[in-house]
């Protein structure tokens, strides 16, 4: 009997004879289809110990792991015919093809895998890799895993210790952290850089420093005059020539914005006569600035520019040259905290990198860029891939739009194996990746959603040199949500400018509500506008006015 189920995209990427990149909707399936995938593997006769699942986190894997020995367990102890609707029905295969003396046997197996059934996360996998292969890494076979508990702490204790550290450059580069960071924000900045640490070598930094500058516009400026206090007090000095005259005729006005400005002004002035730059470049600010730091719509009334049009002129003009020295000295605050970043960087990541070895440990980090170095090495990785490939012929990746560049490497420099020399066969040897780029956690531990395509082209390429192709999957039905929920997403992300912040290639959703007979209900509600609270605590008459007055169902006024 041949079942629906066998047209199912799901079912297609489950098939064990061909690599397969699944791309799914929230609440397709993924994990059944992963469980599916490996059970028809083990049923195509591959050993337990030839598979490789590797996913996000513990949980996950742990999930995982109960979901396929609990399905093996029930089929154990089926009868025939029971285990027949069993396999059909999760897999849509036919009757005849069912082996149920192996089914039965699946559940003994893969609890009496050596070293147990390898379902795990990347670090999990690497930290196996590194202490089989110790040696070959250059590391101590006793070595220790730093976890994050302790990892916090450490980095904790660092900080403390550079900002004490009798050291000017440091010092001045906390400085200026510590001015625009508190306590707990510092403390993410650290983890955020040691969990990126490749990113700021000494190569990097100067390469991001040139390009930052270039697109500021602060390449045109030697170093010194880069920082924004010297941006600053340039144009002060060029306009302090200009300020009295403007300030006597803006406090002839009668208009409160004007004599506002004039006052301003005259406090730039006094500020020069201290040599008080800073101070006066905050007060040159409120002249051409609102409150909240945006260019006001018109300096100057039009009545008060028809008594003086040249100082009105020369007034807008001066304008003009404060937004560009503006855009400058924002540009130069930039340049100087990202200085102060790297600067900031390169004492916490040497520190960091002391104290572990002096402890002989590695944090989770370490484990992707040691394998990585170990599996890149020549004279080691010949032999450590050897030593895998014989024992390794599929490998499966979930929550692949969240897998960073650095595990992708240890991912292909397994899986390239497959698909290289004379051993070389696409339906023998296997990639599975599962993932969908709206879900990414972004930059969460370097992950980046574009390379879960980019991954397929590398992987597509390869088994496409073979005469094969990499089966590309997707998952469009989902299970979380009615039909009209899922048809408000999908009109809400139908063009290409709604659509390029949810996927690399900007292409529009398209959901199937796998519970088609469920009623959903969608409310539209008015934006509503800030309200200026007076003295009283009242909000004003003309902002209650400009409030927008709602007129929905009561179903739809729940939280």
């Not at 396929?68 to 999760?90: P, Q, V």
């Not at 003295?535 to 169902?553: F, I, N, V, W």
Request: proline share 3%.
């Amino acid at each position: 009997m041949m079942r629906e189920g066998q047209h199912n995209p799901a079912f297609q990427a489950s098939d064990p004879l061909q690599s397969a990149w699944v791309a799914a909707n929230a609440g397709s399936g993924k994990t059944f289809v992963l469980v599916t995938r490996l059970v028809r593997l083990m049923l195509s006769g591959v050993a337990p110990e030839k598979l490789l699942c590797l996913t996000y986190t513990r949980n996950a894997a742990a999930e995982m792991q109960d979901r396929l020995f609990t399905l093996l367990a029930e089929w154990a102890l089926l009868d025939d015919a029971a285990l027949h609707e069993a396999i059909g029905e999760r897999l849509g295969t036919p009757d005849e093809e069912h082996d149920l003396p192996l089914a039965r046997m699946l559940f003994a197996r893969a609890l009496e895998t050596p070293g147990g059934l390898r379902v795990q996360t990347i670090h999990s996998f690497c930290e196996s890799l590194l202490k089989r292969f110790p040696l070959e890494a250059g590391l101590s076979p006793q070595f220790d895993l730093l976890d994050e508990q302790d990892a916090h702490e450490l980095q904790a204790k660092i900080i403390r210790h550079l900002l004490g550290r009798d050291d000017a450059a440091l010092r001045s580069a906390l400085d200026a952290l510590t001015r625009a960071l508190g306590e707990a924000d510092l403390d993410q900045l650290a983890r955020k850089i040691l969990t990126q640490r490749d990113q700021f070598s000494q190569e990097s930094q100067a390469t991001k420093m040139q390009n930052l500058a270039i697109h500021t516009g602060l390449d045109g400026l030697e170093e010194a005059e880069r920082a924004p206090e010297r941006i600053a007090e340039r144009f002060c000095r060029q306009f302090l020539p200009q300020a009295g005259a403007l300030a006597n005729w803006l406090a002839t006005s009668k208009q409160s914005t004007n004599q506002k400005r004039a006052e301003n002004l005259g406090k730039f002035i006094a500020a020069m006569a201290d040599d008080k730059s800073a101070r006066a470049w905050e007060a040159v600010s409120r002249v051409f600035l609102t409150t909240a730091g945006t260019p006001v719509k018109s300096l100057i009334t039009k009545a008060h520019a028809e008594n003086n049009p040249e100082l009105a002129i020369k007034l807008i003009d001066w304008g003009q040259l404060f937004y560009q020295a503006l855009a400058l000295y924002r540009a130069g605050h930039a340049y100087q905290m990202s200085q102060a970043l790297y600067v900031f960087a390169e004492s916490l990541i040497k520190e960091y990198a002391a104290i572990k070895e002096q402890r002989g440990v590695l944090d989770y980090d370490d484990l992707i860029s040691c394998t990585n170095q170990m599996l890149t090495q020549k004279r080691a990785a010949a032999w450590v891939l050897f030593k895998i490939d014989n024992g390794l012929e599929h490998i499966l990746v979930d929550e692949a739009q969240d897998t960073s560049a650095a595990q992708w490497r240890v991912i292909r420099a397994l899986a390239d194996e497959f698909f290289a020399g004379e051993t070389a066969n696409p339906k023998q040897r296997t990639i599975f990746a599962v993932g969908d780029e709206k879900q990414s956690i972004f930059s969460f531990q370097g992950a980046d959603p574009t390379g879960f395509n980019q991954q397929y082209e590398h992987f597509n390429a390869q088994v496409s040199n073979l005469g094969g192709a990499v089966n590309y999957v997707e998952l469009l039905n989902s299970w979380r949500s009615a039909p009209q929920v899922l048809s408000l997403v999908d009109q809400l992300f139908a063009t290409k400018e709604t659509a390029q912040g949810l996927s690399a290639a900007g292409e529009p959703t398209h959901h199937i509500a796998q519970r088609d007979t469920a009623t959903g209900y969608v409310a539209l509600w008015e934006a509503e506008t800030a309200q200026k609270i007076s003295g009283d605590g009242e909000a004003d008459d003309e902002t209650a006015q400009s409030m927008p007055s709602l007129d929905l169902p009561e179903t739809s006024r729940q939280k």
